[in-house]
C-alpha cells in the first residue's frame, strides 16, 4: 500500500495532485520526506528532512511550555502552570500505578517520552504541518529503544533469574520447550506491536482525514456540506486519537517496565 | 476502533514476528523452508497468547483518567 503511495506520488511529483488520474489530490502526498538540508554522514544519508524538523519543533515547544510555565513556580499557578503541572500529575500517577514507585526513578524518561509523542501526534493535526509518527520506521525507532532498555533494566535487576520470565509456571515438564519458544517470541513481539499501533493509527487517520477533506472540493458547494460536517466531527475525533495514542504509548512502556521490574 | 485494532495487531505481529525469526533462522542453517513454516504456527500461537492476555487486561481496565483517582493503593511488589 505504501509502495504503491509512493509510486503515485512519483508521477504527480511535487504538487500534490498525483491521485492516479481522478482529479482528487493525493492522500498520501502528506506523508512524503522531504530534504530541506543534504547532508551526508561517513556514506549515510542523513538528510535533515521535514520530519527531523517537526521533531526539533516539537522537542523546543515541550522545552519551552515546560520553562516558561514553571518561570514564576508560583504556589497558586497560573493557566500555563496549571497545565504543566496537570501533564506532571497525569504521568507520574501513571508511572505509580503501573509500575509502582521504584519506578518513579524512571519517571523522568516516561514523562519524556509521553511529551514527546503527544507533542508529535498534536502538531500533526496543524493544517499544513507534518506527521512525523505517521511512519514506522519513527515509531519502530522508539519502540525498539524501549525494548532493549526494558530488556537490560530486567536484566541489571535479576541477573540471570530474568530469564525465568519466558517459563511459565504450573506447566508440565513435557510442554516446557515448546511454551518457552512461544513465551520469547511473544516477548519479542513487543515493539513490533507497540510502533504498529501508534503507526497505524495515526497515518489512518490522517489519510481518512484527506480523503473525506478532497470529498468537501470535490462534491462542491452543493453536497460538499455534509462531508464538511463529518469532517468536523473526526476532526475532533482524531484529537482524542492523538491524545490517546500517546496515553497508550506511555502506559504500555510502563507496564513493560514494570515486567521487568518485578517480573509478574 | 482502538481496543479492536489493538487485538488485530497483536495477533498479526505474533505471526509476523514468528515468521522473520523463521526466515532468519533459515538463512543461517541453510534450511529452507522448513524453520520458517513451524515458527509461523509458534508465532501464530504466541500471537494468540498474546490476544487473550491484552484481552483479560482490557477487561479489568479502567478507562483513561481512572489512574488520577486511586494513586497511592496499588503497590504489589
Request: with cysteine.
Amino acid at each position: 500500500m505504501i509502495g504503491a503511495a509512493y509510486a503515485a506520488e512519483d508521477v504527480g511529483h511535487g504538487d500534490g495532485h498525483g491521485g492516479g488520474g481522478t482529479g482528487l489530490p493525493d492522500p498520501m502526498h502528506q506523508f512524503e520526506i522531504r530534504r530541506l538540508i543534504d547532508l551526508d554522514a561517513f556514506g549515510f544519508d542523513a538528510s535533515f528532512t521535514n520530519s527531523a524538523l517537526f521533531m526539533v519543533i516539537a522537542a523546543a515547544l515541550i522545552t519551552l511550555f515546560t520553562v516558561l510555565a514553571m518561570r514564576k513556580g508560583a504556589l497558586v499557578p497560573g493557566r500555563l502552570q496549571s497545565v504543566a503541572e496537570l501533564s506532571y500529575e497525569f504521568v507520574a500517577n501513571m508511572v505509580r500505578d503501573n509500575v509502582g514507585t521504584a519506578g518513579m526513578k524512571y519517571f523522568p524518561f516516561i514523562f519524556t517520552l509521553f511529551m514527546f509523542v503527544l507533542a508529535l501526534n498534536m502538531l500533526g493535526m496543524v493544517p499544513y504541518s507534518f506527521t512525523v509518527t505517521s511512519h514506522i520506521i519513527v515509531t519502530f525507532a522508539l519502540a525498539a529503544f524501549i525494548f532493549i532498555g526494558v530488556t537490560i533494566i530486567g536484566f541489571w535487576k535479576h541477573g540471570i533469574g530474568f530469564l525465568k520470565f519466558f517459563v511459565p509456571s504450573g506447566v508440565p515438564f513435557i510442554m516446557l520447550p515448546l511454551l518457552v519458544v512461544i513465551e520469547v517470541i511473544s516477548y519479542l513481539t513487543r515493539p513490533v506491536s507497540l510502533s504498529v499501533r501508534l503507526f497505524a493509527n495515526m497515518m489512518a487517520g490522517h489519510t481518512m482525514l484527506k480523503v473525506f477533506g478532497s470529498f468537501v472540493v470535490a462534491l462542491g458547494l452543493l453536497g460538499g456540506w455534509a462531508a464538511l460536517a463529518f469532517m468536523v466531527a473526526f476532526t475532533g475525533l482524531e484529537l482524542l486519537v492523538a491524545f490517546l495514542q500517546a496515553y497508550v504509548f506511555a502506559i504500555l512502556t510502563c507496564i513493560y517496565l514494570n515486567d521487568a521490574l518485578h517480573m509478574h | 476502533m482502538g481496543q479492536a485494532l489493538r487485538l488485530a495487531t497483536e495477533l498479526v505481529a505474533g505471526v509476523a514476528v514468528g515468521g522473520f525469526i523463521g526466515w532468519a533462522l533459515d538463512q543461517l542453517f541453510g534450511t529452507a523452508p522448513f524453520l520458517m513454516v513451524a515458527f509461523l504456527f509458534l508465532g501464530g500461537a504466541a500471537g494468540i497468547m498474546n490476544v487473550v492476555r491484552t484481552a483479560k487486561a482490557m477487561q479489568g481496565e479502567p478507562m483513561p483518567g481512572h489512574h488520577l483517582r486511586n494513586a497511592t493503593d496499588d503497590d504489589e511488589d
